[in-house]
């Protein structure tokens, strides 16, 4: 054994993270809309930009010196929608999760794992008599709405468990639970697009358009 680590902070309810930033941005005097859309945004004209609001109530127009596009792997359609130019291009990249028994495994805490091939590595996360392992990282084609684990998902990770624990049949995978999610990140290089579980990348860029003033809407 080369080295070891233990952490202790890398543990968060999203859903609860979620509602404490919107209750800290209503305490500093932010207006917070629940079930609202953005339809349009303008160019950036006189210091600003105007934002069309659709609301359970009808719709709002609010003027803004900069609007920030936070919507994650979905910020090139909704600039699309919205009828903004977006001349960087957004790839959503793919990471998959196996849910298996934590029983199965027998860790305690969680261990990150190299896998066997590349330079990345799983890890396998306890929680409750369960234990997340993964993440993938893939820029294969699919829906952004509903990414799925596919069966190279379920090998990637099973190898890299087995190759240290040798613990788990070819279908203990597929038994159990899988998870999927998208990640937001700079398009990869050519040569990564479409060639599996752990040839993705997780590249990120900065840049401020120059559509009429060059500010008000920054990208990262």
């Avoid at 699309?80 to 960087?88: C, I, V």
């Avoid at 794992?113 to 993964?134: A, I, M």
């Amino acid at each position: 054994m080369g080295g070891a680590y233990l952490f202790h902070d890398l543990r968060a309810d999203d859903a609860r993270l979620t509602l404490a930033v919107l209750a800290s941005a209503a305490e500093r005097g932010a207006r917070v809309l629940n079930h609202a859309r953005c339809r349009t945004v303008s160019a950036y004209t006189q210091g600003g930009r105007t934002a069309e609001i659709e609301t359970d109530g009808g719709r709002l127009t609010l003027r803004a010196a900069v609007v920030v596009n936070a919507t994650g792997v979905w910020a090139g359609r909704f600039l699309q929608e919205a009828g903004l130019p977006g001349r960087t291009q957004l790839a959503p990249a793919k990471g998959a999760h196996l849910v298996l028994p934590a029983a199965l495994l027998g860790n305690d805490v969680a261990v990150s794992l190299p896998v066997p091939g590349d330079r990345r590595t799983v890890s396998v996360v306890r929680q409750g008599p369960f234990c997340f392992v993964g993440s993938t990282d893939s820029h294969e084609p699919a829906d952004v709405d509903a990414p799925g684990v596919g069966e190279r998902d379920v090998d990637y990770v099973l190898r890299a468990l087995n190759r240290r624990l040798g613990r788990l049949s070819p279908t203990a995978g597929r038994r159990r639970c899988r998870r999927a999610q998208r990640r937001p990140v700079a398009p990869p290089p050519h040569r990564a697009r479409g060639r599996g579980p752990g040839h993705g990348d997780r590249r990120q860029a900065h840049h401020l358009p120059r559509d009429g003033g060059g500010h008000g809407r920054p990208g990262l």
